[in-house]
């Protein structure tokens, strides 16, 4: 059975940073890619990064680009969401998903529970 865990959300001021972290198990780690997106209230749940199984590769939304980094560790079965200068509107639940490196989510077949991040102006 696949389990991915995000923790590292919070509260912080605008301009503020948090890391994300995602922690799997169940499957082969370093055999899959892994995203992030997320959701707004009363919004669709939106692609934020995603990286390839060997870290070489990574995707952005425009949103978050030059802002946000994603990262993976295949010895720890965890990936991570670093995010810098955090605006109001990133404010969301953040998932972390494996499955085809893409932004569209049918392409991930497992997500994790999610983590709230508030941004504070």
């Known amino acids: 059975q696949v389990q991915l865990v995000e923790s590292g959300g919070g509260l912080v001021q605008a301009g503020g940073s948090l890391r994300l972290s995602c922690a799997a198990s169940?499957?082969?780690?370093?055999?899959?890619?892994m995203g992030w997106f997320r959701q707004a209230p009363g919004k669709a749940r939106d692609f934020v990064a995603a990286?390839?199984?060997?870290?070489?590769?990574?995707y952005y939304a425009d949103s978050v680009k030059g802002r946000f980094t994603i990262s993976r560790d295949n010895a720890k079965n965890t990936v991570y969401l670093q995010m810098n200068t955090l605006r109001p509107e990133d404010t969301a639940v953040y998932y972390c998903?494996?499955?085809?490196?893409?932004?569209?989510?049918?392409?991930?077949?497992?997500w994790g529970q999610g983590t709230q991040v508030t941004v504070s102006s």
């Open positions: 990286i390839n199984w060997s870290g070489s590769s990574t």
């Open positions: 169940g499957r082969t780690f370093s055999s899959y890619a």
């Open positions: 998903a494996t499955g085809s490196v893409s932004s569209r989510s049918r392409e991930y077949d497992h």
